[in-house]
């Protein structure tokens, strides 16, 4: 495509190159969950108690928003994209806390009493990062649908890298930043990737800042490295922000720091799942929440397991031999959710059917397998058949995120990448079970499986737990 051609293209779908549609969305989805956040303290210590606290003058203290915001913006989460989701989640709850903390302790010092009000600020810091979370996610969507959000940027590079990059900013709503042009050096015929331009001239930066006022530039591997340098002092450093996306990504993760040795600069990083202290924060993490969770759901688990004997012949819990820390085998406990006959209905699908021999070799799973009892199709959808694992975890064989477990016939699919993503105990939930479940291949679970290895933290943990609940309550790629 000629610059002539992209212009008129660009013209006719991008009219701001500003963040500031982004940002005003944000601040307003963000005024929005604090006072639902408000309402939800109040509202519990209404449902405690009537008499304690009127609910409906939690309006009243909407004075403090404002303070939320300032501390938002103190912490970087505007115009929130390009923000990793543990990250988000850490700045939310640390401005949380010092805010709800400082309207308390300004009430005490004003009545010194600690009354039901001060407890419903408790409470509302403890709901405000699920809700605050769940509102950006609503209000991404609709900057998308609209198309009032999406900031234009730049992407050098046509290579795999770049298209993965493209896909995934086209596919994504988080980001918010949306490709609007790639430009590379090689000798392809296409003109465009996923509807996005491409021109074969990586220096014409000034000119596309020029003309369009674009001000990200995104920068991976170019097909012809050779004038590389030449390419980023002349061209990309026209535009006022650029990101480097390297091209060995299994070496990078989210908490990378960058180190000057003397003029030269390092990037710093390190494998957090092999040190004990933070392998001790995640053990607790995994058997308090699994108790918790275990006590509270016993009477639902009991009534579970009395259908499941109910409505078809054999055991109520299945345990299944699955691959765990550094390749050690275990008993995956599992609703029962098969024919008691599974492994014959199996063999007798697959001998018949090409087409679900097919999808049983490439994911391990089948869409409409016809083991699966009419009971089991429910628990499947609803995740449920997943809670006898909190034994595994409670146990020390599984963790509550983590990997996925999987079984012998797997191992080739993770190639030379087993050893490493095997070396911490896999999980009940983890990344490429909120990113797609059962409808990722095996390159994606691979992918996320490594991210999450390398980008570990109690945030990444709790921000996947988050996502959980949403993903097993709307039952998508779930069979």
């Given at each position: 495509m000629t610059l002539n051609d992209?212009?008129?293209?660009?013209?006719?779908?991008?009219?701001?190159?500003?963040?500031?549609?982004?940002?005003?969305?944000?601040?307003?989805?963000?005024?929005?969950g604090c006072m639902l956040s408000f309402g939800a303290g109040f509202f519990f210590i209404n449902l405690y108690d009537i008499r304690l606290i009127n609910f409906k003058s939690f309006v009243t203290y909407?004075?403090?928003?404002?303070?939320?915001?300032?501390?938002?913006?103190?912490?970087?989460?505007?115009?929130?994209?390009?923000?990793?989701?543990?990250?988000?989640?850490?700045?939310?709850?640390?401005?949380?806390?010092?805010t709800h903390g400082g309207i308390i302790f300004s009430r005490f010092i004003e009545d010194t009493e600690f009354d039901a009000i001060s407890v419903a600020f408790i409470i509302s810091f403890f709901c405000s990062p699920c809700i605050l979370l769940t509102c950006r996610a609503v209000t991404h969507r609709v900057l998308v649908k609209t198309r009032l959000g999406g900031i234009p940027a730049v992407v050098f590079?046509?290579?795999?890298?770049?298209?993965?990059?493209?896909?995934?900013?086209?596919?994504?709503?988080?980001t918010g930043y949306v490709p609007a042009l790639i430009l590379d050096n090689g000798d392809g015929a296409e003109e465009t990737y996923r509807g996005v331009p491409i021109i074969r001239d990586p220096m014409i930066g000034p000119e596309i800042v020029r003309r369009y006022q674009i001000k990200m530039a995104i920068v991976t591997t170019l097909s012809n490295r050779h004038n590389w340098n030449e390419m980023f002092r002349s061209s990309v450093s026209a535009f006022r922000y650029h990101v480097l996306i390297p091209e060995a990504s299994s070496f990078t993760d989210i908490w990378m720091s960058v180190r000057d040795f003397?003029?030269?600069?390092?990037?710093?990083?390190?494998?957090?799942?092999?040190?004990?202290?933070?392998?001790?924060i995640k053990r607790f993490m995994d058997v308090s929440v699994s108790l918790i969770m275990g006590l509270a759901l016993l009477p639902l688990l009991l009534s579970i397991a009395a259908l499941v004997k109910i409505t078809s012949p054999g055991p109520a819990l299945f345990g299944h031999t699955r691959i765990g820390k550094d390749?050690?085998?275990?008993?995956?406990?599992?609703?029962?959710?098969?024919?008691?006959?599974?492994?014959?209905?199996l063999r007798e699908l697959l001998d018949s059917d090409p087409k679900a021999r097919s999808e049983w070799e490439a994911n391990r799973k089948i869409k409409n397998d016809p083991?699966?009892?009419?009971?089991?199709k429910i628990l499947r959808q609803t995740s449920l058949d997943e809670f006898p694992q909190l034994i595994n975890i409670i146990k020390g064989e599984m963790s509550l995120i983590g990997p996925r477990p999987i079984v012998d016939e797997e191992v080739p699919k993770y190639g030379e990448e087993f050893s490493r993503i095997f070396s911490v105990r896999p999980g009940l939930s983890?990344?490429?079970?909120?990113?797609?479940?059962?409808?990722?291949?095996?390159?994606e679970r691979v992918a996320f499986d490594s991210y999450y290895l390398q980008s570990w933290s109690v945030w990444l943990d709790l921000w996947v737990l988050y996502k959980t609940v949403w993903v097993v309550l709307k039952g998508k790629g779930a069979y």
């Open positions: 992209f212009d008129v293209w660009y013209r006719s779908r991008y009219r701001r190159t500003s963040s500031t549609l982004t940002t005003t969305g944000m601040i307003i989805s963000d005024l929005i909407w004075p403090y928003v404002p303070v939320f915001i300032l501390i938002f913006q103190a912490s970087n989460l505007y115009p929130g994209v390009f923000l990793a989701p543990a990250e988000e989640l850490r700045h939310f709850v640390v401005s949380s806390f010092l590079g046509a290579g795999k890298t770049g298209r993965l990059l493209v896909d995934r900013l086209v596919n994504s709503a988080k003397d003029g030269i600069l390092g990037f710093v990083t390190s494998h957090k799942l092999k040190m004990p202290w933070n392998l001790g390749g050690k085998r275990f008993k995956a406990y599992k609703f029962r959710s098969m024919a008691a006959n599974a492994d014959a209905l083991r699966v009892t009419k009971l089991g983890g990344l490429w079970q909120v990113s797609g479940r059962s409808d990722t291949d095996y390159n």
